[in-house]
């Protein structure tokens, strides 16, 4: 057995990293007014340049720019098609840590008109990556489901879109157009941020969806039919990835629960060769939905926490890795942080060099266990 060449890596990660303190300063600058738009660039230029050279210097395959240009993992790209408004949320989301839960109301987001892309979203950001790193750089982006989930019907106009299959079709036709943009300009990598699924895993949020007027055993099927329509102008040389999240923001989590309630149709009806899985605590539940994974995809094993800066033992997760193998083939295995570093401008609560040492075990690792990255 020994590393792969092509996406997901033996060793790899979410996508999102801590931002530089002067990388915060500078936004919070450009937010008032105090510097351009091109001098935050040249900021976040230099950054990026900084944390791709330390992506590559540990070992890594795939590189990302650490979702440096964006204050949200998915408000910036969700907000850049036209139709769509960024309103204050109604409710506040409870995120539960180590040390007790704290709760934080994030933007929402409105459908409160006809969706359309009146510009390439990632295509400048991919293209400085690209030129940036001698690797694979590797796009990440929200899933669509994400414009649907957290407000339901009653985020979507309804005079815009009387009929919700319109609104699917519609949001599926324009992801596409992200999508076959990416492939143009030479992306081999993209994942998809899908938090909704791993949501539909917890009791009491399936309860809470209900309460919204949806139907969690429906939206599983309703989700991957919309995810398969944004990804179907995927070009023969592109990797699609998916990342599924309950919920980051600083150190915090919102769902718990294993991923048996979604994991046939998340291995078999989704059309995407890999999954990056949480498995870094119990409240991920066991391995045995990798049981439904077929032949030819990969499974990423989220058993590094990004929540914390503790660094796990080497042995610890060798033998995890030993007990996921027992539902899936060791060969259509690898390892990743569990999530990103910072799904958000704030970041977790661990240091740079905690999420330097996190991302040389994840290499060390793969490199024992599979003979390469």
């Not at 450009?30 to 040249?42: F, H, K, S, Y």
């Amino acid at each position: 057995m020994s590393g792969r060449t092509t996406p997901p890596f033996r060793a790899d990660h979410v996508g999102s990293l801590l931002r530089p303190d002067r990388l915060v300063a500078a936004r919070d600058r450009r937010d008032r007014g105090e510097i351009t738009a091109d001098q935050l660039r040249a900021v976040e230029d230099e950054c990026i340049d900084e944390v791709v050279a330390m992506q590559e210097s540990v070992g890594l395959k795939g590189i990302t720019d650490g979702e440096f240009r964006r204050r949200y993992w998915h408000i910036d790209f969700l907000s850049a098609f036209s139709g769509v408004s960024v309103v204050e949320a109604k409710i506040k989301a409870k995120f539960h840590t180590a040390e007790g839960d704290l709760e934080w109301r994030p933007p929402g987001i409105r459908v409160a008109g006809r969706l359309a892309r009146p510009r390439s979203i990632m295509a400048e950001s991919f293209t400085y990556l690209k030129k940036a790193t001698k690797q694979t750089p590797k796009v990440t982006i929200p899933s669509p489901s994400t414009m649907h989930f957290r407000g339901g019907r009653a985020a979507i106009d309804a005079q815009a879109y009387p009929d919700m299959q319109l609104f699917y079709d519609e949001l599926g036709r324009i992801y596409a157009e992200e999508v076959a943009e990416l492939g143009k300009l030479g992306c081999t990598y993209l994942q998809i941020d899908e938090v909704n699924l791993a949501y539909l895993c917890d009791p009491e949020l399936r309860e809470q969806v209900k309460g919204i007027g949806e139907d969690p055993a429906k939206l599983p099927s309703t989700y991957a039919k919309l995810i398969n329509a944004s990804v179907a102008t995927k070009p023969e040389g592109m990797t699609l990835c998916m990342h599924l999240c309950r919920g980051n923001f600083q150190s915090g989590w919102v769902a718990e629960g294993g991923y048996d309630p979604v994991a046939e149709i998340l291995f078999n009806e989704i059309n995407v060769t890999g999954y990056f899985l949480e498995y870094d605590s119990e409240r991920s539940g066991t391995f045995a939905p990798l049981r439904f994974v077929p032949k030819g995809k990969v499974v990423v094993l989220g058993l590094v926490t990004s929540k914390s800066g503790k660094l796990e033992s080497e042995d610890e997760l060798k033998r995890r890795i030993d007990e996921a193998a027992k539902y899936c083939p060791l060969e259509q295995l690898a390892i990743s942080a569990q999530c990103g570093f910072s799904s958000t401008i704030e970041g977790n609560k661990l240091t740079v060099d905690d999420q330097r040492r996190k991302l040389e075990l994840c290499v060390k690792v793969a490199t024992s266990v599979w003979g390469g990255v």
